[in-house]
C-alpha cells in the first residue's frame, strides 16, 4: 500500500485542455497545496512564524515566495548566490521588506564577494554567511553577517561541536557583526521518531553547553538555527533550547512547502500534502508486467535512491530505476496503464526535482494556470564581467 492511497486526488486534476497542451515530463506546483503546508508548519511551531528561517533551496519560485512571505516569514535561509538574489528581488518588489537572509554554505573567493555585492544591493534587510575559521572573518565583506557554523556530527561543514576555542573565536572575531550559530543535524533522518528524538536532544544538550560558554566569555549569541525537515518538530518541542530567553531559536525545514515521498515518511504526524509533482506520459510498455513513462532523471530526482517517485493514484506501479530519460514501472497490480495516459508523479527527493527544471505550471483554485521561470535553479553564470577582458589563456599540452 502507497503512502498516498488515502490521498484525495480531486484537487490535483488537471483540466483536459491543459492536459492537451502540456509537454511532458512538466513541474506543477499547486499553490493551494503550499499553503497548506506553510499553515501545517506554522501550527507545529505554536502558531509563530518567526520560529522559521525556511530553506528556499526546496523551491526556488517567486510565486513560493511571496506565499510564505504573506504567512508572515521574514528570516529565511538559501544555499546559493543566485537564490538569495532572487529571493531578494522578489520580496522587494513585491514590498516585502526587511527580510533576513541566511546564505547556509560555505563560500570563498569571488562566491563570497558576490554575495556581499548582493547584500550591498538591499541595504535595509540582512544578509549573513556561515564561518567556520576565526581567520577567514576578515575576507567577509562587511555587508555581510556572521553566523558560527557548528558540526554536530554530520560532517559536512562545521566546527566540531566539541571544538568550543575554535568556535569562540570565530564569534570574537565576528564581532558586532556575529548573527548567530547554526547547527544543522540533517543526519538525523531516516531514525524512527524515538530514536531521532533521543539522538538530537543528546546534540541539543551539548548545543546548550556550548552556547553557555559563549556566554560565560561574554560572547552574545542572537539567533539559534537547528533542525531541517526531519528534526524540526524535536527541536521546537525541546523546552531548554525553544525557550531560552538569550536569543531566538529558528528551525530551517524547506522541504515541507512543497513536501514530498521522504517527507511524508519522515514526519506523517505534520500532515504534508504533496505540492509539486511532475506530469508524465507513458510511452512504452516493454515487457509484460512493465510500462515506461517519459520522466527520467533529467526531470526528476534520482540521487535519494529507488523508487525515486510515486504515482498519484496508482498503488499498483512500483517505480524503478531510471535512466535519463526514461522511468519504468513495475505493474504489481491492477490494470496496466495505457501508452499516452499522463501519470503524476511525486517525487521522492523534491528539491533537486524542481533544480531540474526550467519552469513550472502554477495551479491555483479559481485561477486560471501560468507558466513561470524557477527562478532560483542552477547557480549564477560563472563570471559577472566580460572574459573577453582578461588576458588570452596559454594552455598547452605537454
Sequence with gaps: MSMFDTLDQGPYALPGPLRDRLLSPA????????????????????????????????????????????????????ATTREASCLL??????????????????????NLARLGRIAAAYPGS???????????????????????????????????????????????RAGARLRGVHYYEGHLSGLDADTRRR?????????????????????????????????FGVAINYEPLSSHGEWVHRVSPGTVVLSDMRSAQEIPQVGLVPAALVLARVVSRPDDGIVTCDAGSKSIAAEAGDPCAAVLGAAGLEALTPSEEHLPFRVLHGEAPRRGEELLLIPRHVCPTVNLAEKAVIIESGHLPEVVDVIGRAHDPPAEDRLEQLPAVECRAS
Design 126 to 172: 540582512s544578509v549573513s554567511v556561515l564561518c567556520e575559521d576565526p581567520q577567514a572573518i576578515e575576507s567577509i565583506p562587511e555587508d555581510l553577517g556572521v553566523f558560527v557554523d557548528l558540526n554536530p556530527g554530520m560532517n559536512r561543514t562545521g566546527i566540531p561541536i566539541d571544538r568550543v576555542d575554535t568556535i569562540a573565536a570565530v564569534a570574537a
Design 199 to 231: 539522538r538530537a536532544h543528546a546534540g541539543y544538550d551539548e548545543l546548550l553547553m556550548v552556547l553557555d560558554e559563549l556566554a560565560r566569555r561574554g560572547l552574545t549569541v542572537p539567533e539559534v538555527v537547528t533542525s531541517g525537515t526531519p528534526s
Design 27 to 78: 513541474l506543477i506546483v499547486y499553490l493551494d497545496m503550499v499553503r497548506a503546508n506553510i499553515d501545517r508548519v506554522i501550527n507545529v511551531l505554536g502558531g509563530d512564524p518567526d520560529r522559521w528561517r525556511p530553506h528556499v533551496k526546496t523551491v526556488k519560485l517567486a510565486p513560493v515566495f511571496r506565499e510564505l512571505a504573506g504567512a508572515g516569514v521574514r528570516a529565511f535561509k538559501c
Design 89 to 110: 528581488e522578489t520580496l522587494d518588489a513585491a514590498g516585502v521588506f526587511p527580510i533576513d537572509v541566511l546564505l547556509a554554505h560555505p563560500l570563498v573567493g569571488p
